[in-house]
């Protein structure tokens, strides 16, 4: 179909020709206006498929490429950046954790040392005798506790500035 | 924008990171994206924008594609999305200009008569009015049909619809643009023939 006018065939199947074909009918219709009419009036709007053509200016597309390298390459720059910290982080709590565990494994009895220097805050038979809790208006909590002849009182207040 | 081997391996290497391969696809397809994007925003810079954003998306994406699907439709896929995305966002514009003419196709155009060229940029013009006019979907169907030359089934797969769904966006579109044709642009359609001799070779 190489430069040949439209025929009623080809205006017929115009909607289903294959990529090749319709590009060749199309160049053609370009040119020949006689082609052009008949393709109209096929169907007027066949007339918008000879924009499928319609080059797009070499500067823009130029100035496109540039525009998506800069951002990829921002965007790189960003991923890599980013990726530091994590590795940073990562490196550090390995780090602590190793000089935690070589403290226990040197001294592995030291945390029952210190759990007998501790005072003996209640013997076995002093019951706890009394728990009361009371609301403030401020929405504190107070735990009042006596342990044997000792009272305890506890405050929890979230707004309470010490 | 035809599939083939060497847009596969394209997609490959750029898929594992290498920018040239990435660089070299961008060229192959970018004037198509462009164009797909311009005749459905009608602006040639909102286009770029579309453009720009489907390149970073299919850089972002390339590693998720199925080698066993159309590359193409994929791309027109991301294209028209975000073009009717850009479209709906951005609200209808006023006056649509045709694409600035390039000295390219300019010096191209130089063996056609002063007619051929008034012509394209008229009959541009009047798809970016006329087409202003039909919903977004509508002309995304007609620009991938019509303009592009995709087959029914493609523009179905590249909008997630049904082919019925795209064949009857495409009867709304075409008798819209046939009235508007007719009624603002009668010069665009040739009055018919009175010597008809059909079949000529």
Request: hydrophobic content about 40%; aromatic content about 6%.
């Amino acid at each position: 179909m190489k430069d040949r006018h439209l025929d009623r065939d080809v205006l017929a199947r115009f909607e289903n020709l294959r990529a090749q074909e319709r590009h060749e009918v199309l160049a053609h219709t370009q040119r020949c206006g006689d082609c052009r009419r008949r393709l109209a009036e096929a169907c007027p709007s066949y007339l918008f498929a000879l924009l499928g053509s319609e080059a797009i200016p070499s500067g823009a597309l130029d100035r496109l490429s540039a525009r998506i390298n800069d951002e990829i390459d921002r965007l790189e720059d960003v991923n890599r950046r980013g990726r530091w910290p994590a590795w940073w982080s990562m490196a550090a709590s390995l780090l602590l954790g190793a000089i935690i565990g070589g403290f226990l494994l040197v001294q592995p009895d030291a945390p029952a040392v210190r759990r007998a220097q501790l005072p003996d805050l209640r013997g076995p038979d002093e019951p706890i005798r009394a728990i009361e809790v009371l609301s403030t208006p401020s929405e504190a909590k107070v735990l009042d506790l006596m342990v044997g002849d000792t009272e305890i009182v506890m405050i929890f207040d979230e707004e309470l500035d010490i | 924008m035809r599939p083939d081997q060497d847009d596969l391996e394209l997609i490959r290497a750029a898929a594992a990171g290498d920018r040239r391969a990435f660089d070299e696809l961008i060229r192959l397809k970018r004037e198509r994206v462009v164009r797909a994007a311009y005749q459905i925003t009608g602006d040639l810079e909102d286009a770029l924008d579309v453009a720009q954003s489907v390149f970073l998306k299919l850089w972002r994406g390339l590693e998720r594609f199925d080698p066993h699907r159309r590359f193409d439709t994929w791309v027109y896929r991301i294209t028209v999305n975000a073009a009717i995305d850009m479209l709906r966002s951005r609200g209808p514009r006023g006056a649509m200009q045709p694409l600035p003419e390039d000295p390219a196709e300019l010096g191209r155009a130089a063996g056609l008569d002063q007619e051929e060229s008034l012509d394209r940029r008229r009959l541009q013009q009047a798809f970016l009015h006329l087409a202003a006019r039909l919903a977004p979907r509508q002309r995304a169907v007609f620009v991938m049909r019509e303009i592009e030359g995709l087959a029914t089934a493609e523009v179905a797969e590249a909008l997630g619809v049904t082919e019925s769904t795209v064949r009857n966006h495409l009867l709304q579109a075409r008798r819209a643009l046939r009235a508007g044709l007719q009624r603002d642009y009668p010069g665009l359609v040739p009055e018919p023939p009175h010597d008809d001799d059909g079949g000529r070779e």
